[in-house]
C-alpha cells in the first residue's frame, strides 16, 4: 500500500520547513512565507497529493474549515458559475471547502439561506450575484468574516455592511477599452446600446465609453446612446433601427451590452444587406462561452474577470480568519460604525476577434 503523503515529505520537496508548509496550507502564508516559497509548497502539495487531516485540523483550531456560498442565481444560472469556481478553488488549495445554496432571485428566501449556513458552522461566507447590483446585505453575514462578489451593499443594509470587502469587475475600464478598441480601428461614429440601466453595470460602462469619446476628441451622438437589453432579440430591434440609415447618417461601429445582444446586432446588420466586420463592427461584452467564440464571425469582446472575482472574494473571507487566528481572537468581518470598504476592482480583458476591423472609407 502506498503511503500517505506527510507535511514533512512537502516541506523536503519544497526545500523549506515544515512550519512554512503549515502556514501556507492554513492560509496564512501572505506576510509570514516568501511567495516563491509558497508556489513551491502549493505545488509540491499538489504533486504529492497532499490533503491536511480535517479532521484534526478542525478540533485544533475549532473551525469547520468550510465556507458557505449564498447566491442569487449563479448556480443554476448558466452565467457567472466562475465566480463559484474561482472561490471554490482558493478554498481548496487552503484545505477548506465550500458549502453553495442558491436563492434562485427570490430575495426572501436570503435570509434563510444565510441562516441554514450559520447553522452548518460555516467559518465564513460569500455572496454571489449575476451581474452587478446593489444588494440587501443579510444580517447572518455580519456574525462571521463575510465579502460580497459581483455585488456591492445596498443603502439599507444592516449597519456594517458597507464595511464588508466587495469584488467587482470595472467596468469603466472595461466600456473605455472597447471603445478605444474601435478608436484605434479608425471609428468616429460609434454607438453605445447598453443593456438595461437596471443594471449598474451599464451607466459605468457608459462612463467608461464616454471617457474614451472624450480623450479621442470625437462627440457622442445622444441618440446613439440607447438602452438595447441582453438577449438577441432587443439587440436585433435596437441594431435595425439605427443600421437602417443611409451610410453617411448610421454608425459604423456598435457597442452592445452584452454577447447574446451582440449576436442580434450581427444578424439585423446581415438582414439589411451589410457585411460584419466590412461594413459595420460590433463590439460585445462578457466573453461568455459557447457564444462568443463559437458565433460567425467570432465575437470582439471584453470578457469579466469572474474566476478572478470569486478567488479574491475568497482571498478576503479566508484572510480574515488568518487575522482572527492568529490574533486569538474571534470578531465578525464588519461591525457597527466600521468605515465603508473601498470596492477591490478587478480588471477586464479586451478579446479581440472577427466582428471587428478597421472603419470603412
Not at 455592511?161 to 467596468?171: H, K, N, R, Y
Amino acid at each position: 500500500m502506498t503511503r500517505k503523503a506527510t507535511a514533512l515529505d512537502v516541506a523536503r520537496r519544497a526545500g523549506v520547513s515544515r512550519s512554512a508548509v503549515s502556514l501556507v496550507l492554513n492560509g496564512r502564508g501572505d506576510g509570514n512565507v516568501a511567495k516563491d516559497a509558497q508556489e513551491r509548497i502549493l505545488a509540491a502539495a499538489a504533486e504529492l497529493s497532499y490533503t491536511p487531516n480535517a479532521i484534526a485540523r478542525s478540533l485544533r483550531d475549532q473551525r469547520s474549515r468550510v465556507i458557505g456560498l449564498v447566491s442569487d442565481q449563479a448556480v443554476t444560472s448558466p452565467f457567472d458559475g466562475e465566480v463559484i469556481a474561482g472561490a471554490d478553488a482558493l478554498a481548496r488549495s487552503r484545505g477548506f471547502v465550500t458549502l453553495a445554496t442558491d436563492t434562485e432571485q427570490d430575495a426572501v428566501r436570503d435570509l434563510d439561506a444565510v441562516r441554514t449556513l450559520l447553522d452548518r458552522q460555516v467559518d465564513g461566507l460569500i455572496y454571489v450575484t449575476v451581474g452587478l447590483h446593489a444588494l440587501h446585505v443579510p444580517d447572518g453575514m455580519l456574525s462571521v468574516p463575510s465579502a460580497l462578489a459581483n455585488c456591492y451593499a445596498s443603502a439599507d443594509s444592516p449597519a456594517g455592511a458597507e464595511g464588508l470587502p466587495s469584488v467587482q469587475p470595472d467596468e469603466v475600464a472595461g466600456g473605455r477599452d472597447a471603445a478605444a478598441h474601435l478608436i484605434a480601428l479608425g471609428h468616429r461614429r460609434i454607438a453605445f446600446l447598453g443593456g438595461e440601466y437596471t443594471s449598474p453595470a451599464v451607466a459605468l460602462r457608459e462612463a467608461g465609453f464616454r471617457a474614451a469619446m472624450a480623450e479621442a476628441g470625437l462627440p457622442v451622438r445622444e441618440d446613439w446612446v440607447l438602452e438595447a437589453g441582453w438577449d438577441i432579440a432587443p439587440g436585433h430591434r435596437a441594431a435595425t433601427a439605427l443600421l437602417s440609415a443611409s451610410a453617411s447618417e448610421r454608425p459604423t461601429a456598435l457597442l452592445a451590452g452584452n454577447d447574446r445582444a451582440a449576436v442580434g446586432m450581427v444578424l439585423a446588420a446581415a438582414s439589411l444587406g451589410l457585411e460584419v466586420p466590412r461594413d459595420v463592427s460590433i463590439m460585445g461584452y462578457d466573453d461568455e462561452r459557447r457564444v462568443a467564440e463559437v458565433m460567425v464571425p467570432p465575437l470582439s469582446t471584453v470578457a469579466l474577470p469572474l474566476r478572478k472575482i470569486g478567488e479574491e472574494a475568497m482571498r478576503a473571507v479566508l484572510g480574515a480568519l488568518a487575522a482572527e487566528a492568529s490574533s486569538a481572537r474571534t470578531t465578525p468581518a464588519a461591525s457597527a460604525g466600521a468605515p465603508a470598504a473601498e470596492p477591490l476592482l478587478v480588471p477586464c480583458r479586451l478579446v479581440e476577434r472577427a466582428s471587428t476591423a478597421p472603419a470603412p472609407a
